[in-house]
């Protein structure tokens, strides 16, 4: 148990005292994704290891340098051969289909960096300051995602560790923010993620939901255009204007961009808005009039769904960017997720989740997360507390209600998958 004390306080107050206390001290972390995360990254190792959990932390270097660490946590049931070592040693056989459910384990997956928060308007005046007003907790990333990292933390805090019956892991991403670049690295590179693809437990991306159960979420696919010129005065007949050669791809542009409304090829109607929402910016990135334009650029993206991936809109952009000697960059696509309806897992999530969310289905999201790149687990399962309309906003909060309520639900999911009765 946790080593807060209140005389007359009931369980519940503790819980919520606890969770509160340790969002507070994530929000200290002034974790934006271009800034390291490893301070915040032994913080939670450290908690995590006194509680009984072995850990493997990997680094790597993002685009401008900065090192960036992802955490993975595992705690086996007592007696099952766990003893202490490295932990990429450790061998989890995979368990067979048609095993008890609390056999099944339970991966928790979130991710440590926030957005930035330069124009922070909440309570207080610092983003990086928890502050608690009108039963709400303001701060960056109190609802995306730290405030389900600390339910979390908290759910596991008040576990009994010696009824654990299946492994139990808590994963910690960089960048999610930025590419969900972090997820990426762990996927290539960790030997204990390994693991958890052998064992392939019920894989709970905590997300906020408002505590919903989401089976399935948007991916993300794009391209960016170049034309180049040759910059000049403009009152000689020397420059090149890139934008000229960029024109006649525009009407490519916007017919891709009304497709996307009117093609019923293109639409799942599981999702909200139901179209790829195909999205596109054109810059020249002049800053003086007086100087002929030497580069322009177009770029799009669009949300791709299970059973439409836009491949065709990336084929149509190309062929006509090529065509007019235009240099072409498409990206590489971010999955979307989808988890069958059908899986037990999930609906046993769902029977879990309805005492607080209200709702005995899962549901589709429009927005993507780093269940995306664990497409190899087939459990996957997006839920958590908090509103993700609350995500990056300038007064970014998590209701205290809601965060009473994960640690809750996560904890009910231990229960369920991981633990003896």
């Known amino acids: 148990m946790s080593d807060l004390r209140c005389h007359g306080c009931s369980y519940r107050d503790l819980v ?39 850990c493997e932390q990997t680094r790597y270097l993002d685009g401008e340098g900065v ?36 056999e099944i384990g339970l991966a928790y997956f979130c991710h440590t960096d926030v957005v930035p928060a330069d124009r922070w308007g909440g309570p207080g005046g610092n983003p990086f300051e928890a502050v608690i007003e009108d039963n709400r907790l303001y701060g960056r990333g109190a609802c995306d995602m730290k405030g389900s ?15 654990q019956s299946a492994p139990l892991w808590l994963v910690c991403t960089a960048d999610e923010e930025v590419g969900l670049r972090g997820a990426k690295e762990l996927a290539q590179n960790s030997p204990a993620y390994r693991e958890i693809v052998s064992c392939d437990p019920v ?6 939901t408002e505590l919903r159960v989401v089976h399935a979420h948007k ?14 005065h403009s009152s000689t007949d020397r420059g090149i204007n890139a934008n000229v050669a960029m024109i006649p791809l525009l009407q490519t542009i916007l017919e891709l961009h009304e497709r996307v409304q009117t093609d019923p090829m293109l639409r799942d109607d599981r999702f909200d808005p139901p179209t790829l929402t195909f999205n596109f910016g054109i810059s020249d990135h002049a800053d003086a009039t007086n100087i002929v334009p030497d580069r322009s650029e177009v770029w799009a993206n669009w949300r791709t769904m299970p059973n ?92 205290l209600d809601s965060l009473e309520n994960g640690v809750s639900l996560f ?3 231990i229960q369920t998958f991981a633990m003896r009765s």
């Open 149 to 163: 990292l600390a339910a979390m933390l908290a759910a596991i805090d008040g576990l009994d560790a010696s009824k």
């Open 308 to 399: 439409v991936d836009g491949e065709c809109l990336m084929e149509d952009a190309k062929v006509a960017a090529e065509q007019l000697g235009l240099q072409f960059r498409g990206y590489k696509s971010v999955a979307p997720l989808e988890t069958s309806i059908d899986d037990p897992t999930l609906m046993r999530m769902c029977e879990l989740a309805s005492s607080y969310c209200g709702r005995e289905k899962p549901e589709t999201v429009c927005y993507a997360t780093d269940g995306a790149v664990l497409g190899e687990l087939q459990h996957r399962i997006v839920c958590g507390p908090g509103s993700i309309e609350q995500a990056h906003t300038v007064d970014e909060f998590i209701e």
């Open 219 to 232: 991916g993300m696919g794009g391209f960016r255009v170049i034309s180049h010129g040759k910059a000049a």
């Open 67 to 102: 090192p960036k660490f992802n955490l993975i946590a595992k705690r086996l049931p007592t007696g099952s051969g766990s003893e202490s070592g490295n932990l990429s040693t450790q061998s989890v056989d995979r368990l067979e289909l048609g095993r008890p459910e609390n």
């Open 411 to 413: 904890r009910d999911a």
């Open 16 to 54: 919520l005292s606890l969770a509160v206390r340790l969002l507070s001290e994530l929000i200290a972390y002034p974790t934006v994704s271009h800034t390291s995360n490893g301070a915040i990254t032994e913080w939670v190792a450290d908690r995590l290891r006194a509680q009984g959990f072995e």
């Open 203 to 208: 894989a709970l991306i905590g997300e906020p």
